[in-house]
Nanobody, 122 residues
Framework: QVQLAESGGGLVQVGDSLRLSCTTSGRTLNGYFMGWFRQAPGREREFVARINWNFGWTFYGDFVNGRFTVSRDSMKNTVYLQMNSLKPEDTANYYC???????????????WGQGTQVTVSS
């Protein structure tokens, strides 16, 4: 089992930056891909980014356009999502997830956190 806990969400202004954290516990994350997803009210859960725990390979959703950066600190067992130049359309609940596959499909992730709310005000 892998336990995931997101933090760092909040209310920010357009153009601000925010860093989300996903603290992990339980089994080793060797071989896992750690993903970030987001879900706005009335919308499907959307892939944001993922990172390979062992090698740090990253992949991003099309809408990111260089504004977000995913990283991990293996010593702290934590995954981060740095979000810059935030827009109102980035408002959503952001989730951390873990998968043994390099996938952008939410169905491919086995473990999920509870989410952290990000609200971008104009």
């Amino acid at each position: 089992q892998v336990q995931l806990a997101e933090s760092g969400g909040g209310l920010v202004q357009v153009g601000d930056s925010l860093r989300l954290s996903c603290t992990t516990s339980g089994r080793t994350l060797n071989g896992y891909f750690m993903g970030w997803f987001r879900q706005a009210p009335g919308r499907e859960r959307e892939f944001v980014a993922r990172i390979n725990w062992n090698f740090g390979w990253t992949f991003y959703g099309d809408f990111v356009n260089g504004r977000f950066t995913v990283s991990r600190d293996s010593m702290k067992n934590t995954v981060y999502l740095q979000m810059n130049s935030l827009k109102p359309e980035d408002t959503a609940n952001y989730y951390c997830a873990a998968s043994l596959r390099a996938t952008s499909e939410k169905s491919g992730y086995d473990y999920w956190g509870q989410g952290t709310q990000v609200t971008v005000s104009s």
